[in-house]
């Protein structure tokens, strides 16, 4: 999941029922240990349908050369739907009945949808009559997952598994504003029905994967180290000029696992793989750092364009305690109060990441406290692009949303940086934000961290832990990815992507 090589393309646009896209699939592993891949084409009359696919050599450890099946298209969209709304099919599991069973996104009006279909040898499909679990006003669902976490187990469950202390997630890719959703609740396999623990933050409406530029994700099982891991797209947010000058566009997010937080039961952990601490090289260690209101601390920790960082900030809950509510009647968010530079009694305080000497570039990731009503504290995450580059043709967005914090926990964060990816992950991973950044001076040996407190009334005392990361080799056959620093061609585990030109076309 560290080290990649790169590999021809697993299947071109060579077909009729394909012309228009080889678009996002699934692997469903077959009692046999044989593979099958279901995914989407657009045909040469751009109506979406689903196709069967197999690896030409299945002794083959790589998988490189794929078959598609002389039968396909094996599913037409439904006549109650677009046929331009009808993509993205998951793994499948097996139901009590022993039929495979599968989701597909789609929409009714402006109604988001998860249909199934159960099948016996992937050729031949049932649309059942009960929907998964659809939302109003909520669009095109895309790039559905639907997969089982434990209430009891840190690890993770492969996608079948039902039973007592199961909990199902539901997730969907919301081509309306291209943000990942999703929702905890209860599957019956039974009825073919899922229901959300709390409907007012439903799939679409409620908790997202990653509050940054994080879309079309895809979790699997690892059978191996028994772990769901989460991988997922990153667009590019400067000018398709630049992207033409540079060579190439987009890349994939660092690899997650995703569990059930067992402290709140109501959200997920998301964290890097363990494999990249593997690369970690040249530890800093800062304890108990001391930044008093309008504090600015520069670390010297070398190199900083491609670092792991570990912090954690500390507050003295009495002189919180005693502080006023916030000033004003607007509710507190990152995106519109101007990110890290405006100044409040409990934040904005953190790390400010590839910047520069002057401070001309850099990109603050930090903590903003709010007081309530009723004094309790309410904790944001962000990440504010707004100063990451002098470039002129880049998206400057500031990121973020609330985080949970339960009694007696430290503020924590770990960002990711490397070149012009900034990854952050707040409170173990409650809380993502992946955002896209292109520095001009901040770049190289000229980049630069720092420790800041914007607050105005409480001192923070934060302990900080970086490494360096960067390339390297394995028996000089792959290479270390981190960000940019390699850009793939990947059969993400047999998993067929197509990126944002085709997706543009789709609606």
Same mark, same amino acid.
């Given at each position: 999941?560290?080290h990649?090589?790169?590999?021809?393309?697993?299947?071109?646009?060579?077909?009729?029922?394909?012309?228009?896209?080889?678009?996002?699939?699934?692997?469903?592993?077959?009692?046999?240990?044989e593979?099958?891949?279901?995914?989407?084409?657009?045909?040469?009359e751009?109506?979406?349908?689903?196709?069967?696919?197999y690896?030409?050599?299945?002794?083959?450890?790589?998988?490189?050369?794929?078959?598609?099946?002389?039968?396909?298209?094996?599913?037409?969209?439904?006549?109650?739907?677009?046929?331009?709304?009808?993509?993205d099919?998951?793994?499948?599991w097996?139901?009590?009945?022993?039929?495979?069973?599968?989701?597909i996104?789609?929409?009714?009006?402006?109604?988001?949808?998860?249909?199934?279909?159960?099948?016996?040898d992937?050729?031949?499909?049932?649309?059942?009559?009960?929907?998964?679990?659809?939302?109003?006003?909520?669009?095109?669902?895309?790039?559905?997952?639907?997969?089982?976490?434990?209430?009891?187990?840190?690890?993770?469950?492969?996608?079948?598994?039902?039973?007592p202390?199961?909990?199902h997630?539901?997730?969907?890719?919301?081509?309306?504003?291209?943000?990942?959703?999703?929702?905890i609740? $209860?599957?019956n &396999?039974?009825?073919?029905?899922? =229901? +959300?623990? *709390?409907?007012?933050?439903?799939? !679409?409406?409620g908790? %997202?994967?990653?509050?940054g530029?994080?879309?079309?994700?895809?979790?699997?099982?690892?059978?191996?180290?028994?772990r769901?891991i989460?991988?997922?797209?990153?667009?590019?947010?400067?000018?398709?000029?630049?992207?033409?000058?540079?060579?190439?566009?987009s890349?994939?997010?660092?690899?997650?696992?995703?569990?059930?937080?067992?402290?709140?039961?109501?959200?997920?952990?998301?964290?890097?793989?363990?494999?990249?601490e593997?690369?970690?090289?040249?530890?800093?260690?800062?304890?108990?750092?001391?930044?008093?209101?309008?504090?600015?601390?520069?670390?010297?920790?070398?190199?900083t364009?491609?670092?792991?960082?570990?912090?954690?900030?500390?507050?003295?809950?009495?002189?919180? $305690?005693?502080? &006023?509510?916030?000033?004003?009647? =607007? +509710?507190? *968010?990152?995106?519109?109060?101007? !990110?890290?530079?405006? %100044?409040d009694?409990?934040?904005?305080?953190?790390?400010l990441?590839?910047?520069?000497?002057?401070l001309?570039e850099?990109?603050?990731?930090?903590?903003?406290?709010?007081?309530?009503?009723?004094?309790?504290?309410?904790?944001?995450f962000?990440?504010?692009?707004?100063?990451?580059?002098i470039?002129?043709?880049?998206?400057?967005?500031?990121?973020?949303s609330?985080?949970?914090?339960?009694?007696?926990?430290?503020?924590?964060?770990?960002?990711?940086v490397?070149?012009?990816?900034?990854?952050?992950?707040?409170?173990?991973?409650?809380?993502?934000?992946?955002?896209?950044?292109?520095?001009?001076?901040?770049?190289?040996?000229?980049?630069?961290?720092?420790?800041?407190?914007?607050?105005?009334?409480?001192?923070?005392?934060?302990?900080l832990?970086?490494?360096?990361?960067?390339?390297?080799?394995?028996?000089?056959?792959?290479?270390?990815?981190?960000?940019?620093?390699?850009?793939?061609?990947?059969?993400?585990f047999?998993?067929?992507?197509?990126?944002?030109?085709q997706?543009?076309?789709?609606?």
């Amino acid at each position: 999941m560290v080290h990649w090589r790169h590999l021809p393309i697993a299947m071109e646009t060579d077909k009729w029922y394909d012309v228009n896209g080889v678009w996002t699939g699934s692997t469903t592993i077959l009692p046999n240990n044989e593979l099958v891949v279901l995914y989407t084409g657009s045909t040469n009359e751009s109506v979406q349908v689903q196709n069967l696919a197999y690896p030409a050599n299945p002794s083959d450890p790589l998988l490189v050369n794929w078959v598609k099946d002389p039968a396909n298209p094996v599913l037409v969209p439904p006549k109650w739907i677009n046929i331009k709304d009808f993509r993205d099919p998951t793994t499948a599991w097996l139901t009590p009945e022993g039929r495979w069973r599968m989701v597909i996104g789609t929409k009714v009006n402006r109604t988001g949808v998860a249909i199934l279909y159960d099948t016996d040898d992937f050729k031949s499909y049932d649309l059942q009559d009960t929907k998964l679990h659809q939302v109003d006003g909520t669009g095109m669902w895309e790039c559905v997952d639907f997969f089982p976490v434990s209430k009891n187990e840190s690890g993770g469950l492969d996608t079948g598994v039902i039973g007592p202390g199961i909990k199902h997630v539901l997730k969907a890719s919301m081509d309306d504003d291209r943000c990942d959703y999703y929702a905890i609740g $209860d599957y019956n &396999p039974k009825t073919g029905t899922w =229901v +959300p623990d *709390n409907p007012k933050i439903d799939v !679409g409406i409620g908790l %997202r994967y990653d509050y940054g530029i994080y879309y079309a994700s895809k979790t699997f099982y690892d059978q191996n180290k028994e772990r769901r891991i989460l991988w997922s797209w990153i667009k590019e947010t400067d000018s398709e000029s630049s992207d033409i000058k540079k060579g190439w566009a987009s890349l994939m997010a660092v690899p997650r696992t995703v569990a059930l937080d067992p402290l709140t039961g109501s959200n997920l952990l998301q964290w890097p793989i363990e494999e990249l601490e593997k690369i970690r090289s040249n530890l800093n260690e800062f304890n108990e750092v001391k930044l008093e209101p309008g504090s600015l601390v520069p670390l010297n920790v070398g190199p900083t364009s491609q670092l792991d960082i570990m912090v954690e900030f500390e507050l003295d809950k009495k002189l919180t $305690d005693s502080l &006023p509510l916030r000033a004003g009647s =607007v +509710p507190y *968010n990152c995106a519109g109060h101007g !990110g890290a530079g405006v %100044r409040d009694a409990l934040g904005p305080f953190g790390v400010l990441v590839l910047a520069n000497k002057n401070l001309t570039e850099h990109t603050p990731a930090y903590f903003y406290i709010v007081k309530g009503k009723k004094g309790e504290l309410d904790t944001f995450f962000c990440i504010d692009q707004s100063r990451s580059s002098i470039a002129k043709d880049v998206d400057k967005s500031i990121y973020g949303s609330t985080v949970p914090v339960l009694e007696g926990e430290k503020l924590s964060m770990r960002i990711l940086v490397d070149h012009s990816i900034v990854e952050g992950y707040a409170q173990g991973g409650r809380s993502c934000i992946t955002s896209r950044v292109y520095p001009t001076e901040a770049i190289n040996d000229d980049a630069q961290i720092f420790l800041f407190n914007n607050a105005t009334s409480i001192t923070v005392t934060a302990s900080l832990k970086t490494w360096q990361m960067g390339l390297s080799s394995t028996n000089g056959s792959g290479w270390v990815w981190i960000g940019p620093s390699l850009i793939l061609v990947v059969v993400f585990f047999f998993v067929v992507w197509t990126w944002q030109n085709q997706r543009n076309n789709r609606s």
